[in-house]
């Protein structure tokens, strides 16, 4: 989600919710075990626009952010009995 603020030329933006979510089960016949991956991220951003006509038909855009992130990650190894 992205809220940006300010003049036509000079803008503040905010982008919120930023994040993935990665799920995933490995089995390792050859170690006996199980492998289990949990990874979230979260972040937010905050950042400065600065817009500039050269010409008529050509524009500057300068752009500075800020980044937040989170990142957890859980990690399980399940030993397998061989069968």
Do not use: C
């Amino acid at each position: 989600m992205v809220y940006k603020t300010g003049a036509e030329k000079s803008l503040w933006h905010y982008n919120f919710l930023i994040g993935n979510y990665f799920n995933s089960n490995t089995d390792n016949t050859q170690n006996n075990n199980t492998r289990s991956n949990l990874n979230i991220n979260l972040g937010v951003n905050i950042g400065k626009e600065f817009r500039k006509n050269i010409t008529e038909k050509l524009n500057i855009f300068l752009h500075s952010t800020l980044y937040f992130n989170n990142l957890n990650a859980l990690i399980t190894t399940t030993n397998v009995e061989p069968s």
